[in-house]
């Protein structure tokens, strides 16, 4: 009798990773910017306490279990939404929520729509859909940072282009430039910020427009164009994540380019200064892996 009641408890877990896993596979990968642009509510909060399997009803929304979450407001991205800092709140995630699981004194940045609830104080509750975010603040680069700060809200005027697939490139024309290669390819900095999380994902490296960069109006360009904001951060990640792309690195001649890689790192930092030193005329000690005593 156990064994069957294990069984089905089995499946049933099974089955409800499997729901939310096909939930979470339905939100669109989209750039930080484009979160913020796209959201009502934009704030930087520290959590002070979770609650799981809360029960709501709440008119013109199918879903009834959701995680309470208390918070204090460190900052109002996008202000008008009452919510001054320094006050305490209460947000709603759904169980489906594919973003960060909350953690007490944590800071996170998070996005989510206010949603008219007689049972509140104030008359609304700030509530997150299966797709909003909730980003920890410090797994944020400074330009990130930044870009929530102040930069993002300048450039809502600017549309990214997004993909379906890894597989989908930009043909890009020469107007491309000399020194990006990609840019016939998966990345390329210019033609109205386009954007192939998918490909940067798929081979591990780097997403260098989401942590580098600003899609922004291009200077002297026609009305409506935008190009990504080439800072010297971005240009570095981006021609790193050239050199691995092309044929996994194997042309590498600097170490540092390595950086991008989230991981095999030290694999890619060994083959790179063979390349470097069989460029020079040397050659590279044999490599061996060190004996354990005992």
Not at 82 to 90: C, K, Q, R, Y
Not at 258 to 281: E, I, M, P, W
């Amino acid at each position: 009798m156990k064994y069957y009641a294990l069984m089905i408890c089995i499946v049933a877990c099974g089955l409800l990773a499997q729901a939310s896993a096909q939930s979470c596979s339905s939100c669109y990968r989209n750039h930080t910017q484009q979160i913020y642009c796209n959201s009502e509510v934009v704030l930087k909060v520290t959590a002070l306490h979770t609650e799981r399997s809360v029960t709501l009803d709440i008119p013109g929304y199918t879903t009834s279990t959701y995680k309470k979450v208390n918070a204090t407001v460190n900052a109002d991205f996008k202000p008008g939404n009452l919510m001054s800092t320094g006050a305490d709140i209460t947000f709603y995630t759904p169980s489906s929520f594919c973003g960060a699981t909350f953690t007490s004194e944590q800071i996170y940045v998070i996005t989510g729509k206010m949603i008219a609830d007689p049972s509140s104080a104030t008359g609304r509750t700030l509530m997150m859909g299966s797709c909003d975010k909730g980003l920890k603040w410090d797994e944020l680069s400074e330009k990130q940072q930044k870009g929530f700060e102040s930069k993002y809200g300048r450039f809502c005027q600017c549309e990214l282009i997004g993909v379906k697939s890894a597989s989908d490139v930009l043909v890009a024309t020469q107007e491309g430039g000399a020194g990006y290669a990609g840019a016939v390819s998966y990345w390329t900095p210019y033609r109205n910020c386009f954007y192939n999380a998918q490909k940067s994902q798929a081979i591990q490296v780097d997403d260098c427009e989401e942590k580098y960069g600003y899609c922004k109006p291009t200077r002297g360009g026609k009305k409506g164009e935008c190009n990504w904001e080439l800072t010297p951060e971005y240009e570095t990640c981006f021609e790193s994540r050239e050199a691995i792309a092309d044929r996994g690195g194997a042309a590498m001649t600097d170490p540092s380019q390595c950086d991008v890689l989230l991981t095999k790192k030290r694999r890619c930092r060994k083959r790179a200064k063979a390349n470097q030193l069989r460029s020079q005329g040397r050659t590279l000690p044999a490599y061996s892996e060190p004996t354990q005593s005992g």
